[in-house]
């Protein structure tokens, strides 16, 4: 069959989606771009975010008239929203065929069968930790460009119950992959072509400590002893992951992050507000100065490192005084790239229950603040690069200029140069930098 998947949401999604498809392929479906040409339309939906959820239920609506003319046709709603709302997904729409919730997405191939098979509506969401060994398939589409790359799920769920967020209910709790798992799909990813590996998870750090919501102690980090793992393999060349907790990075962790062959010195570093009184009431369990805490260690280990971080405004009760805290605290630390979010309750979540408080028009206005400095700091960060020289891995043409080709920095940092005879994607090289944009860096290939 000719199979289409549409994917909203996080970079966890992405990675069931390509998993998905790769079992798919193996089972012997054809995977197409086109909806019109499909037999079957999956649907992996978000709902951490209600935008991403009405993007989804809206387009999951459009395809009744497509089924109208092609009534064999199979519609599926997998992920976080099909695992939330279940049968409520079906009754809201009839056309559509089933739901798959996060715990079973590994029974899809079997499931699509029945379907085809008796035509009658299923939701299937009971919960199982079966789904991360039954999700280590991967899809490389000829012509992808970035086969280089490659993302691997070490983790599911997550226990930490963040007032604002209903990962825990619609992932489930946290479960770890056994590392020798991990570190055969790396060693065979790396073996098809693949030089960079991101790892995934809700909370990756936590990797391997049993779901235990207190950090591992001094000298104990199960996460370091997974990177050790995968940066002795051969070929290799680069680690990134996302998204840790701040509490987990304790002594161990950043010494192995620092000492690394392969681990990129970029981190994503969840913030969420900068006031005590807001990080209280979201229930994340460190303070502005905790958090000041983990980033200078992780600098002074690493001078050269980069932080990236999400920050939520016009949480209940966030006040002006609130929102500076926050605000003085990004610009102290210096991220070089934010995911700012508008408040919006979720239904199901602990803060859903609280007064919606913050007028619209004042979280657009402190969204506003909050990525004119981002613009501030990023240019003049780059700026600073002017004269240096990088190391690259070459990622192929520039998409907004085919005379140049583009390179990502272990910092996460975009550099422009012009290309040479028989340079290839997925090399490392290094660049000078001669120029600054507003968003990325251009300089020169060094002649080695």
Known sequence: MKIHIKTY??????????ALAGMLTEAGHVMVDSEEAADVLLFNTCSVREQAERKAKGKIGYMRKLKARKPELVIGALGCMAQRL???????????????????????????????????????ITESADVLT???????????????????????GCNRFCSYCIVPYVRGREISREPADVVAEARELVAGGAKEIMLLGQNVAAYGWGGNVNPPPAGVSPFAELLEELDRIPGLLRIRFTSPYPTYFNDRLIAAIAQ?????????LPLQSGSDRILAAMNRQYTADG????????????????????????????????????????????FDNSFIFKYSPRPGAKSAAQEDSVPQEVKEERNALLLADLKTRVEAALRRQVGSVQEVLVEGTSPRNPERWSGRTGTNRVIHFLPEPDLEAGTLRRVKITRAGSVSLFGELVQE
């Open 291 to 334: 958090y000041r805490a983990v980033a200078a260690a992780l600098r002074t280990a690493m001078p050269d490192v980069t932080f990236s971080t999400d920050v939520i405004v016009g949480f209940p009760g966030e006040s002006d005084e609130d929102f500076r805290l926050t605000r003085e605290l990004m610009n102290e630390i210096g």
């Open 86 to 124: 279940g049968n409520e997904l079906l009754n809201e729409l009839p056309h559509l065929d089933f739901v798959l919730g996060t715990g079973q997405l590994h029974t899809l191939v079997p499931l699509i069968e029945s379907i085809r098979a008796d035509r009658r509506q299923v939701a299937s």
């Open 134 to 156: 039954g999700m280590g398939s991967h899809y490389r589409p000829e012509g992808d460009g970035m086969n280089f790359k490659a993302q691997i799920a070490i983790t599911r």
């Open 260 to 268: 690394s062959r392969t681990v990129c010195h970029n981190i994503h």
């Open 9 to 18: 949401g996080c970079q966890m999604n992405e990675r069931d989606s390509e």
